[in-house]
């Protein structure tokens, strides 16, 4: 069986920032990506998705994205670039892999996938948390007959059925699809408080300058208030287009289901076709099981190195695994970090 110095589990963007800077160091690492092509989650997102990180916030270490058509990418630009960017490295990475499993004895780690089996010395898990979105439990919504997705698994407004649509969750997901899907449907918008807009001069440069700035801060131990927060909405131009429209409304999202829609609070009966889950992720780490590791989907880590685990690594899972690492611009820190205590593990 081929043995590994490191396998990344993942091949979205912080696999591949950690596959940048173990390149650098010359360790023998293999990728394992279950998607069937580059991408990673953002192949799953809505077509019309926009990033909301300007071109500049949105590239990975070593080389820039190419200049976007807009200042926001696309997600068709964003994939694009990851292709580029994986094949401009000649990462090696096979797909599709699922990983089910990993095993470790006799200080090697037996990572076991619907494809076979791998030793290595050292996991990094990448695995991001859109494989596991979130679908908070309502009273009664096993009764209700109508349609139910998850953000995660919308591409486009024929994919909703019916006319009478409610949006539920008040981050950048929800606005961007409530932009949208008023332009085709019928829809009430419901959110657990008050929708943070960002003013529309403060765009996405913004909370990355400000997580920039915490970094440096937590980097010399301190901690500062957030002006923003990163799950705030950014003010893209179809969101705007909507306020213009008239159609941000939203309601809070306290409400039991019945069979054809929802009772809200004050007891009115609405009627809905579909309801529309834009109420985030949480991450899923099945394939550490047998490590006995995980707890309420967590894992305890100081940065992105699992405690009480050696050569084990989880990287991009959200704040906890790093201060936004869990995007394009902040993943870069903890890989580079990450890689720093890899090579340190490794020729120990
Ligand atoms: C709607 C939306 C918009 C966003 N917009 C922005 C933005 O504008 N700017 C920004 O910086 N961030 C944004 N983010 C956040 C973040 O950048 C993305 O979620 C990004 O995809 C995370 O990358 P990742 O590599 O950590 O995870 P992923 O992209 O999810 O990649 C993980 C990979 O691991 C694979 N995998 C999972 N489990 C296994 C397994 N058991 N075995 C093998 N492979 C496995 C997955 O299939 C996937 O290919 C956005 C997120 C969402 C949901």
């Known amino acids: 069986?081929?043995?590994?110095?490191?396998?990344?589990?993942?091949?979205?963007?912080?696999?591949?920032?950690?596959?940048?800077?173990?390149?650098?160091?010359g360790l023998k690492f293999l990728i394992l990506d279950d998607n069937q092509k580059a991408g990673g989650a953002w192949n799953k997102a809505w077509d019309s998705l926009q990033l909301f990180s300007p071109g500049v916030y949105s590239s990975l270490s070593g080389w820039m994205l190419p200049p976007p058509e807009k200042e926001y990418p696309t997600k068709k630009e964003f994939i694009s670039y990851l292709e580029k960017y994986e094949k401009r490295y000649n990462f090696p990475i096979e797909r599709p892999v699922k990983v089910e499993d990993t095993v470790y004895e006799n200080g090697l780690y037996r990572i076991k996938t619907n494809k076979g089996e791998y030793l290595t010395k050292a996991v990094v898990g990448a695995t991001?948390?859109?494989?596991?979105?979130?679908?908070?439990?309502?009273?009664?919504?096993?009764?209700?007959l109508g349609q139910q997705l998850h953000s995660v698994d919308y591409q486009k407004p024929s994919d909703i059925q019916g006319d009478k649509l409610l949006i539920v969750g008040g981050g950048n997901s929800g606005a961007q699809l409530v932009a949208e899907l008023t332009q085709h449907k019928k829809v009430q918008w419901a959110t657990l408080s008050p929708p943070n807009f960002l003013p529309d001069d403060v765009d996405g440069r913004h909370l990355f300058e400000?997580?920039?700035?915490?970094?440096?801060?937590?980097?010399?131990?301190?901690?500062?208030?957030?002006?923003?927060?990163i799950?705030?909405?950014?003010?893209?131009?179809?969101?705007?287009?909507?306020?213009?429209?008239?159609?941000?409304?939203?309601?809070?999202?306290?409400?039991?289901?019945?069979?054809?829609?929802?009772?809200?609070?004050?007891?009115?009966?609405?009627?809905?076709?579909?309801?529309?889950?834009?109420?985030?992720?949480?991450?899923?780490?099945?394939?550490?099981s047998s490590l006995n590791i995980v707890e309420n989907?967590?894992?305890?880590?100081?940065?992105?190195?699992?405690?009480?685990?050696?050569?084990?690594?989880?990287?991009?899972?959200?704040?906890?695994?790093?201060?936004?690492?869990?995007?394009?611009?902040?993943?870069?820190?903890?890989?580079?970090?990450t890689v720093e205590e890899i090579v340190a593990y490794i020729l120990q």
């Not at 201060?323 to 394009?328: E, L, P, Q, W």
């Open 1 to 25: 069986m081929n043995k590994f110095d490191v396998i990344i589990i993942g091949g979205g963007q912080a696999g591949l920032s950690v596959a940048y800077f173990l390149n650098r160091h």
């Open 128 to 144: 991001g948390t859109a494989s596991g979105p979130k679908i908070p439990q309502y009273e009664g919504i096993d009764s209700f």
């Open 210 to 229: 400000q997580a920039n700035k915490k970094y440096r801060e937590y980097l010399k131990g301190e901690i500062s208030e957030e002006a923003y927060s």
């Open 231 to 288: 799950s705030d909405i950014v003010m893209l131009d179809s969101v705007k287009d909507a306020r213009e429209r008239g159609v941000l409304n939203h309601r809070p999202s306290t409400f039991t289901f019945t069979s054809d829609g929802v009772i809200w609070e004050d007891g009115t009966h609405e009627q809905f076709d579909t309801v529309l889950w834009c109420t985030g992720f949480s991450t899923k780490l099945d394939y550490l």
């Open 297 to 337: 989907e967590k894992v305890k880590t100081k940065n992105t190195k699992v405690l009480g685990q050696e050569g084990l690594w989880l990287v991009g899972m959200g704040n906890w695994t790093g201060y936004a690492s869990a995007t394009i611009y902040g993943v870069g820190k903890t890989a580079r970090r």
